[in-house]
């Protein structure tokens, strides 16, 4: 056991917990549990969407990803970024406008059907804990490396720890410990990348001439085709990634925790640049890692090759700057998993509990007792879960969700907003055909089955030929959605649209949302 890395695991996991301690003190009714009482600025929500964002998939997978594939692993950045300017000129205002504390709200502002919210909390908690095995997996890797732990109880650890961020101090923990590891993330980042950037003399002609030779794949390390052969797939999981983002329960209700609209779009801004400059820096970590750990060594630690950035981190820095950067790795899984299980109870207890089950009758106490115990749910469920994916990568688990987050959720955003003909029985076709038809063409792909043991999940040869269903799925969502709506003879009053429309692109009778 790495003993200086045990102790600064330790000294994050303590600060974690502190902050959740005086977050809990301040977290007395349902708002503030949820939704951190909508106090954030725009810079403290734009750290934490970035916070949120850059998860294990981002920091361990795509490092992983770049090291092993090269080029095809820069797909996942890119599609990661580009995916905010969705967020930012289509979601983010709108969201903030119409919703209160779930993305179920958004859509109920329009129709409101018990059956609409119902499928969308079902949607929400689906996607949590389809990203949440990713971490999860991540976290067990990272654990096993750095102090000698079983992965299953890695596991446990995390998923008990996230636990008790949520249960104790819901949003406004949840929120100030992503802030906290979002600096700490950008800075061992950096570090990493300045020692990778001056060992090829600061001059990136020498870094790509370099890594021409670097890897056993040669000079194809710089061309696409290495990990997608098949064009499709390729076109497949950056649709899944563009458009994903805007579909992420947990990146959604980050919007409600800010006071309006404007300051919503602010903290889209933030993050924006943020995770930028984290993707750009991505190829710095899955370059070194390729050049100064070895293809071998990534493989010999885990063969998704998701420890590739700790393992850089040990051979430039020492044992030092292997402990920091998978602390703050570690505090990374941390932090997006507790987003994600906060999300996924939010659904279940406003949506679920308070909406369906007691008719809006429920009191705020008992809201948050229904969100602490769902909290305990989704977190036993996505741990579970986990204990079968280890042996994927982490930023090709996240892109799955991400296509089922783009299949079930974008297209009813969408059409919510700009359709007028849009109605109820289209939401729900939409939202439940965009949520099945991508789990299940997940189920028949190569992810799953694979002729040779050990490859994947199950034995076997897949129906499915492509790896993210994204391109499949997402048009199937709204195809669903639109032919619900025209079979339907049901016809929405045409004034709520009208209504949607002014307060979603205004702010009008919104409380909490200043003059535009």
Do not use: C
């Not at 990803?65 to 090269?70: D, R, Y």
């Not at 820069?74 to 970024?81: D, E, K, M, P, V």
């Not at 409600?256 to 779009?265: C, E, G, I, L, S």
């Not at 028949?444 to 499949?472: R, Y």
């Amino acid at each position: 056991m790495n003993v200086l890395a045990f102790g600064l695991f330790l000294a994050i996991v303590g600060l974690t917990l502190v902050i959740t301690y005086f977050a809990a003190k301040k977290t007395n009714n349902a708002s503030e549990f949820y939704t951190a009482g909508g106090g954030l600025t725009g810079w403290q929500n734009g750290l934490a969407i970035a916070g949120d964002y850059m998860s294990a998939a981002s920091f361990l997978g795509i490092a992983g990803m770049i090291a092993l594939a090269g080029f095809d692993g820069f797909f996942y950045s890119i599609g990661f970024l580009v995916a905010y300017l969705v967020v930012l000129y289509i979601v983010a205002e709108p969201l903030r406008n119409l919703g209160k504390y779930t993305m179920a709200d958004m859509i109920a502002a329009r129709f409101n059907d018990k059956k609409v919210r119902g499928v969308a909390a079902l949607n929400t908690i689906a996607i949590s804990i389809f990203y949440m095995i990713a971490q999860l997996v991540g976290a067990g890797g990272l654990i096993k490396l750095l102090l000698g732990i079983d992965y299953i109880y890695s596991v446990l650890i995390v998923g008990t720890l996230m636990t008790v961020y949520v249960v104790f101090g819901g949003m406004t923990a949840t929120s100030w410990v992503q802030i906290t590891k979002a600096v700490l993330l950008m800075i061992g980042t950096f570090i990493i990348s300045l020692m990778v950037f001056a060992k090829f003399d600061f001059s990136i002609a020498n870094m790509f001439t370099h890594m021409k030779t670097a890897t056993p794949i040669g000079e194809a390390f710089l061309n696409p085709g290495n990990k997608f052969k098949d064009p499709l797939d390729m076109i497949s999981l950056n649709l899944a990634l563009v458009l994903g983002t805007a579909g992420l329960p947990h990146i959604l209700i980050r919007f409600f925790t800010v006071k309006d609209a404007p300051t919503a779009r602010q903290s889209v801004v933030y993050a924006t640049w943020i995770i930028g400059f984290f993707y750009i820096m991505t190829i710095f970590l899955g370059f070194g890692a390729a050049a100064f750990v070895g293809y071998d060594n990534i493989i010999a630690a885990n063969a998704a090759g998701n420890m590739a950035a700790p393992l850089l981190a040990q051979v430039l820095g020492g044992d030092f700057l292997f402990a920091f950067v998978s602390a703050v790795a570690f505090a990374t899984i941390l932090a997006v998993v507790a987003g994600l299980v906060l999300s996924a109870a939010s659904a279940f207890a406003h949506d679920f509990y308070s909406h369906i089950i007691r008719r809006g009758q429920a009191t705020e106490k008992e809201q948050m007792v229904a969100a602490r115990l769902a909290s305990v749910g989704v977190a036993i469920i996505s741990i579970i879960l986990a204990l079968f994916a280890q042996k994927m990568n982490v930023a090709f688990l996240v892109a799955l969700a991400f296509a089922v987050a783009a299949s079930a959720n974008l297209p009813i955003i969408l059409l919510t907003i700009f359709w007028r003909r849009f109605n109820t029985a289209g939401a729900v076709t939409g939202m439940l055909v965009g949520l099945f038809s991508s789990l299940i063409l997940v189920a028949i792909s190569p992810n799953v089955w694979n002729p040779e043991p050990g490859v994947a999940i199950l034995v076997g040869e897949a129906i499915f030929p492509l790896t993210n269903p994204g391109i499949v799925s997402i048009p199937l969502g709204f195809i669903a959605a639109i032919i619900g709506t025209i079979v339907s003879n049901k016809k929405e009053d045409s004034k709520k649209f009208d209504e949607i429309v002014v307060k979603a692109n205004t702010g009008l009778g919104v409380s909490g949302v200043s003059n535009h």
